[in-house]
């Protein structure tokens, strides 16, 4: 049971993956099919400002899964270590992963407003908080 928690993990992974490799087929076809860029330009540090919607997009949400996910995969491993692992955690984890998938999906080809609020925080802050609750949950276990 104790290692089942690293499946959520390693679809993290590969949602993190998935998002750069997105933005890198888009670069790539915008500098060898498109020519709307020289391969020197899209190798900056930030996308040029003429660079497509989604590629800004992609940065943007591969910056972001390098945030709080960050203490998504301390958590698991914290409780693998810990011997705390159980289906309410692995149950939470599952839920925090699709909330980020659905974020990133979001984010990355949609990424709608209302207002100056972006809709992609309906699938952000439920994710936090699911983080929160495991990290809360954890320190309770203890």
């Known amino acids: 049971m104790n290692i089942e928690i690293f499946i959520p993990v390693f679809y993290m992974v590969l949602l993190t993956f998935s998002v750069s490799l997105i933005g890198t087929i888009v670069r ?12 020197i330009e899209m190798m900056k540090f930030s996308p040029p400002s003429s660079a497509t919607e989604i590629i800004k997009q992609a940065d943007r949400n591969l910056t972001n899964l390098f945030e709080f996910p960050i203490l998504f995969y301390a958590i698991c491993i914290v409780l693998y270590v810990t011997g705390k692992v159980d289906s309410y955690f692995i149950l939470l984890a599952y839920w925090f992963v699709g909330l980020r998938v659905s974020h990133s999906v979001y984010h990355v080809f949609i990424n709608g407003f209302i207002g100056d609020t972006p809709l992609r925080a309906l699938f952000w802050l439920p994710s936090l908080l699911i983080l929160i609750w495991m990290w809360i949950r954890f320190i309770l276990l203890v």
Do not use: A, Q
């Open 28 to 39: 790539f076809k915008n500098v060898l099919i498109d020519k709307k860029h020289t391969g």
